[in-house]
């Protein structure tokens, strides 16, 4: 199926045009989530005189953004798959403008909006308490240094669920989920097999690492500069955590796009 028209170049009008429409789509889904934590907190502020999501330390708050998130994202490519993906692929639009407007909507726009909203919402809520008769609880807002790292971890883990929904064609949340763990649970032998020949254990020596008051041991082996090799390892961790696997999840999510299109282009 080939598009009427051609495409040229990369157009931010386009893709400002496809991030309202996705704003659009997920719309109804946000606002009903919206409305299942407020109605929650009105609930409480009836029978306890207190809103429980701000008695959370702003837990409930980053719980409902990074899983509402993380949600969007694993159905950002959804109408690619299926029935509809006649319509998706007849966008007119490149497959790296339809990736850069999902980018764009759930890694920025969404986590953004939502932290703004959600922060007059506490308000709001800490308001009706005191009217209640409550203390007010804690009001929440994003503004913080521990708010910004958690974006960043937000970052990494979205970008691997709009691969995700770039490549399952159902259940792309729960899939992404799974190979996820599987991806973890490699990494871990992957390292513990490393360990096991680096200090010369065979496969039927007891395996253990601990650190303790400044001492490594690793099968009962002392590890000479702890410090220095537990600094490496957190620093080797975060580097692929960070950096390495996100983007191998853009790369692989954008080419499972090009070529989902590329293929339908020649059909």
């Known amino acids: 199926m080939n598009r009427d028209g051609t495409v040229n170049g990369f ?10 429409n996705k704003a659009y789509e997920d719309a109804p889904a946000i606002l009903i989530g919206l409305a299942i934590l407020i109605g929650n907190d009105l609930l409480s502020l009836v029978f306890s005189r207190v809103a429980v999501t701000n008695d959370g330390r702003g837990l409930y708050y980053i719980i409902a953004i990074t899983g509402g998130g993380l949600l969007l994202s694993a159905l950002a490519f959804k109408r690619m798959h299926g029935r509809s993906s ?15 407007a999902a980018f764009i909507s759930y890694i920025v726009i969404f986590p953004i909006a939502a932290a703004i ?20 609880g804690r009001i929440w807002h994003p503004f913080t240094v521990a708010t910004l790292r958690l974006y960043g971890e937000y970052a990494a883990v979205a970008v691997a669920f709009l691969a995700g929904s770039a490549t399952f064609r159902k259940r792309a949340f729960l899939k992404t989920v ?21 200090y010369g254990l065979r496969f039927g020596d007891p395996f253990s690492v601990k650190f303790d008051s400044g001492a490594l041991t690793i099968g009962g082996a002392y590890v000479p500069n702890a410090d220095a090799v537990q600094k490496a390892f957190e620093y080797l961790v975060r580097g692929v955590r960070l950096a390495l696997v996100p983007a191998f999840s853009v ?17």
């Open 178 to 198: 799974g190979v996820s763990i599987a991806y973890v649970l490699t990494c871990s032998l992957l390292v513990m097999l490393g360990l096991r020949i680096i």
């Open 117 to 136: 909203g959600l922060s007059g919402v506490s308000v709001s809520l800490s308001l009706l308490e005191r009217l209640a008769g409550g203390t007010g």
């Open 86 to 100: 006649a319509d998706w692929i007849l966008l007119p639009a490149s497959p790296l403008e339809k990736y850069a």
């Open 11 to 20: 157009s931010f009008s386009r893709v400002a045009l496809l991030v309202r």
């Open 251 to 267: 790369a692989f999510g954008y080419l499972r796009i090009l070529e989902k299109e590329a293929r339908d282009e020649v059909q």
